[in-house]
């Protein structure tokens, strides 16, 4: 019953900003978390960001932080990505999921396995 739809991926050049947004129907079925991983060409999943949908804490990888928001929009089943400051490692498909459970270790929301839906993916480029 869960649908993830991203979009607002493109060719930007290194140094600019993206944002990103993932559109959830059967919301009612996505009221733990929502996160973001990415998948470069020739490499494994990674995690990347994620939001509680109880009280909107966020957890982010390390390499990140300080560059990436995450955010939820208060009405509607909408997740964002703001991306500043890219960089040519950003590249990469990135991919929505959504977990309806509210898991109590924010650290483990960084592991792929807590989630149960995911979207398609939008492509992110970063030029140099």
């Known amino acids: 019953q869960v649908q993830l739809v991203e979009s607002g991926g493109g060719l930007v050049q290194a140094g600019g900003s993206l944002r990103l947004s993932c559109a959830a129907s059967?919301?009612?079925?996505?009221?733990?978390?929502m996160a973001w991983f990415r998948q470069a060409p020739g490499k494994e999943r990674e995690f990347v960001a994620a939001?509680?949908?109880?009280?909107?804490?966020?957890y982010y990888a390390d390499s990140v932080k300080g560059r990436f928001t995450i955010s939820r929009d208060n009405h509607t089943d909408t997740v964002y990505l703001e991306i500043d400051n890219l960089k040519p490692e950003d590249t990469a498909v990135y991919y929505c999921?959504?977990?309806?459970?509210?898991?109590?270790?924010?650290?483990?929301?960084?592991?792929?396995?807590?989630?149960?839906?995911w979207g398609q993916g939008t492509r992110v480029t970063a030029s140099s």
């Open positions: 059967g919301g009612t079925y996505v009221r733990g978390a």
């Open positions: 999921a959504a977990t309806p459970v509210y898991w109590t270790d924010l650290r483990g929301l960084g592991s792929p396995s807590r989630y149960d839906y």
């Open positions: 939001i509680r949908l109880r009280g909107s804490d966020t």
